[in-house]
């Protein structure tokens, strides 16, 4: 118990070690990209066209007549479309060239996924509030150590609940017809279900369960009142409420425990919907009859507020993006070198380096280069 | 009930039988007619299946029950086979040796197999349940099992890696880690799309994006081995057996958040794929 005090394992997310770790691996993974990102930056603005020796030593090499040069540069432009470099030595194309960035794009997506996951956990809550039919609510409660309400800021009303289910008993449906009331008005009216959920004033408002509690239809010198467990119900001075619900008293069918006060003391007693005898009592002069006891549904909506959901969605956008430009993007680098007799043409790929190859066998064959020897 | 699609996937899965025997008989008689007649009923398969698939998206409507097969451990299964035959095809042009494509179709033949004899899996057409009424259903599943097959090619070639023996018909050892190398290009991001589409449904569905459930924590386990597979082989330059290793491990854990959670562990996903 104290080892899970300690480190708070019951809440390991919101632990200062958990966080602290987090952000040390935050931290870490800035400064190593970053410091990745400037070298790589520093490699790009240096654009001078290398030796002859080491163009001959790149896998992809051909060597060109000398006049053909206007030839091959139209050529290849039409493939490799930027230039980076043109000078007296020879010129170098580039395609595909931010396919360097995709790795940076990658690794500050997770920074930013790691920082919204943060907001969320500082700022965020979770918790749930449970409706019937009718029932009008303003507050939800807390998910946590301690239960805890919290206002939602204005009310929610269920104008209605319905679960449908597929012929071989599977639900199909879960269905809450919300009301959303400020300053007593209706503001509007919407359907939540599983998949759907109702977003107001950066709450988030789900369908996740639903069951079913019992109601007590009873007679109070005849007048019809419908009370749940722990209804309080009163009436010029007589106070009694459900306070336990069982499905069977032996075989007796259902019965309800309700207490009452006699000349000020709490008292209780059962009454039972299927014993003639026991489904009527006479409390403090009242005539109390037990007429049914009914099934009725309630609705669990699950409540939640996450302000970082957002830098999260953000984060995943720009993994995706990261992601396509470093694997799918082809890039590679093509230079063309003016020696003492002929021209020298190599490429090298960044990624997919076949690719490259295939263009630069293309590109090869169209201009009847030959292989240096 | 018996279904036209049960029979059309059926022969999918004796076909796909063939085409493993057809690269048996090759290796054996080394004659070309045999590999080639092994492609053209690759392709030729990959049309059956689709076609299987395509009916039983159908045959679910005729049902009254309809929606894309995707949504419980069979036609998962189904789809897996789909994809894994899918990327034989794709990476056929460059990078796909006999020996490659044969043991791939021996795992698409094994998990259609597994589909329609093991009792534990459940053929009939299922209604929908509402946590799985969602657009993010397809492309969830479309990219996660996109990535498994990719995965199984990278495994494959990482076992093959370990073949010590000289075999004719063995590639040679660059050639099989480009192979491992190129496949897991098409399955981590493949992977990645299908953990954050899954997050971004789980936020629609059940109010959070990412919820710890034991699915989620083994797929992220899975994505952070590839991740080591890309930083060892492009930050450290790991070659060679330590590489294959780690392609190996990653698929053990592909298999283990694919079938393993499902049976050992449970949660929210338990229910479906
Ligand atoms: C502390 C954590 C991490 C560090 C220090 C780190 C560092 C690096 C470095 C230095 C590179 C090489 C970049 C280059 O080629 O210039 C790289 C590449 C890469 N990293 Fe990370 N990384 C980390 C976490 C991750 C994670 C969690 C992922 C998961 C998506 C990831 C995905 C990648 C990818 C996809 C590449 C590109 C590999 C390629 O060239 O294709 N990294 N990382």
Known sequence: MKIIDFFQLYD?????????AIVFFAINLTVCTLTRFLKKWKEVSRNNIPDE???????LNFTLKKEKEDDAISIINKKFKKKVYEGEDGIIFEKGSFNRYGVFLIHMSILIILIGSLVGLIWGYKGFVVLSKGDLREYFFLRGKEAKEVPFGF????????????????????????????NNKVLFEREIRVNNPLNYKGLNIYQSSYGTTPAFVFK???????????????IEGFIM????????????????QVAFLEDGEPKTTWFLRDIP??????LEGKRVILEDIREELWTGLEVTRDPGTGIVWTGFGLMLIGLYINFFVVAGRLYIKRSNDVIIVAASGIKHHEKIQIEFEKIKRSLNGTDPS | MELIHHKILGITTIVYLFIFFAH??????????????????????????????????????????????????????????WCICFMVILMKKRFMYPLISMFSILGALFFMAYASISPGVDKSIQPLIPALQS????????TCFISYAAFLISFISGMLYFMGFRWAVLPDKETLEEINYKSIMVGFPMLSAGILTGAVWAHYAWGSYWSWDPKETWSLITWIIYALFLHARFVRGWRGKKIAFISIMGFLSVLFTYFGVNFILSGLHSYAT
């Open chain 1, 12 to 20: 390991i997310y919101h632990a200062p070690w958990f966080i602290g």
């Open chain 1, 53 to 59: 020796n080491t163009l001959y030593n790149m896998k």
């Open chain 1, 155 to 182: 009310a929610l009303r269920c104008k209605d609940f319905n679960v449908s289910f597929y012929p071989n008993g599977a639900p199909k449906d879960y269905v809450t017809r919300l009301e959303i009331i400020e």
């Open chain 1, 220 to 234: 109070i010198d005849h007048r019809e009142v419908v009370l749940k467990e722990y209804d309080e119900y009163e």
């Open chain 1, 241 to 256: 409420v459900p306070v336990r619900f069982e499905k069977a008293i032996h075989n007796f069918g259902p019965g309800v």
């Open chain 1, 277 to 282: 005898k026991m489904k009527e009592r006479e």
């Open chain 2, 24 to 81: 048996i008989v090759y290796f054996v008689v080394k004659k070309e007619i045999f590999l080639r007649s092994a492609w053209v009923l690759i392709y030729f398969n990959f049309f059956l299946h689709t076609t299987g698939i395509l009916f039983r998206w159908f045959e679910s409507y005729t049902l009254k029950m309809g929606h894309a097969p995707f949504s419980n451990l069979y036609e998962s299964l189904i789809f897996f086979s």
């Open chain 2, 135 to 142: 657009n993010w259903l397809h492309i969830h599943v479309i």
